[in-house]
């Protein structure tokens, strides 16, 4: 009797040693405000892992920004047109995903965008346009056949003078891809990076079945344009509505159209959702070069990656593999979205 009070003592103390604890912190990277989520039963291990997922950010940042004069891609951008630089393993493989992105596109995602970065600035600071023949010489910079990779010295040469290379389209996605995978190996079952909006999550929360994520509305601060439940998936929002230029009353946004130099317009968000937070960014920055025929078309014949978009007009578009339900009318109306069954 004396035993079986003790276990029936000791159960409810056992439940709540098994229960998920939920610990989040955030921090300012890359530009952007990157909040990580871990949830086991361990909360020592959650902190830990937070701690190493955002430090491991960190790294990352200092490797391949290209606004910090010490990293190894502003080492790149600075011997343009001079000769080749070794970097480490990791930056090259960035590289050389980034150029199988550009070709998968044709060339609307373009690491060397960014030598147009020196005439176009989102940061609120432009007062008019830059003249054409400042267009034209950025442009005829920005070529990724131009990067030539070495794989024998993991070496990076820019082969013209002027060239830059940046990875704001693809940088972010990157990150959070490795800091989930490290807080995965640490043994965090469960777990959300959100990278300034761009979102990767593993498992489930703690007190539900699925991640439930919402899509930001471009018109509005308070309401989401569209909710989803997800798990294991990333979800990646490129948009207009934060960074751009205000110009003679018309709005650029702070993606480049590689081939003119001019910022691309025609929507105003793109979404994707695939399980890779990399290829998400990535591909959200291309659809948004490409418009809406060709992004979608794009999307529908990618294996496990399906897209929004919400046109300058407002018009929602959405890949194959997404069913869209509207909630409520007028003003308020946020969509749910529901993931299809895979593609074939
Ligand atoms: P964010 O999530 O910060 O809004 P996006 O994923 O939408 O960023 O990518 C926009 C960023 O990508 C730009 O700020 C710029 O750094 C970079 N970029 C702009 N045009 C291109 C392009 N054509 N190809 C690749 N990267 C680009
Ligand atoms: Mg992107």
Redesign the pocket.
């Given at each position: 009797m004396r035993r079986l009070l003790l276990i029936l003592l000791l159960l409810p103390a056992c439940l709540i040693a098994q229960q998920n604890l939920t610990y989040r912190k955030s921090a300012g990277m890359m530009?952007?405000q990157f909040g990580l989520t871990a949830t086991s039963p361990n909360d020592s291990l959650n902190r830990a892992a937070v701690r190493a997922g955002l430090k491991e950010i960190q790294r990352i940042e200092n490797l391949i920004s290209s606004w910090d004069k010490n990293s190894q891609t502003s080492e790149i951008n600075r011997q343009a047109g001079i000769k080749a630089v070794k970097v480490d393993w990791e930056l090259y493989s960035l590289i050389n995903r980034s150029l199988k992105i550009a070709k998968l596109t044709e060339g609307?995602?373009?690491?060397s965008?960014?030598s147009a970065?020196r005439i176009w600035k989102?940061d609120g600071s432009m007062q008019g346009l830059p003249t054409d023949s400042a267009i034209n010489a950025s442009v005829s910079k920005i070529n990724y056949e131009n990067i030539q990779l070495n794989p024998q010295d993991t070496s990076v040469f820019l082969l013209e003078k002027g060239m830059k290379i940046?990875f704001?389209?693809?940088g972010?996605g990157y990150a959070a891809n490795r800091a989930s995978l490290l807080m995965h190996q640490m043994g965090i079952k469960s777990g959300l990076v959100n990278a300034?909006?761009?979102i990767i999550c593993w498992g489930r929360p703690a007190e539900r079945e699925l991640w439930r994520i919402g899509i930001a509305d471009p018109k509005s601060e308070e309401k989401m344009l569209a909710w989803l439940g997800i798990k294991d998936l990333a979800v990646?929002t490129?948009?207009d509505y934060?960074?751009f230029a205000m110009i003679e009353g018309k709005r650029y946004a702070?993606?480049?159209?590689?081939k003119t130099g001019w910022p691309v317009s025609g929507l105003k968000s793109v979404t994707i959702l695939c399980p890779d937070a990399e290829l998400a960014?990535a591909l959200?920055?291309?659809v948004?070069?490409l418009g809406r025929e060709k992004g979608l078309a794009l999307i529908n014949q990618l294996k496990d990656v399906e897209g929004l978009l919400l046109t300058d007009e407002d018009e929602l578009l959405s890949s194959q593999g997404i069913e869209i339900e509207r909630s409520a009318a007028g003003e308020n109306t946020t969509y749910q979205l529901k993931l299809r069954s895979k593609k074939p």
């Open positions: 530009g952007s609307a995602f373009d690491i965008f960014a970065d989102f940046g704001g389209g693809i972010k300034g909006g761009d990646v490129s948009g934060e960074r702070h993606i480049i159209n590689p960014d959200a920055t291309s948004f070069v």
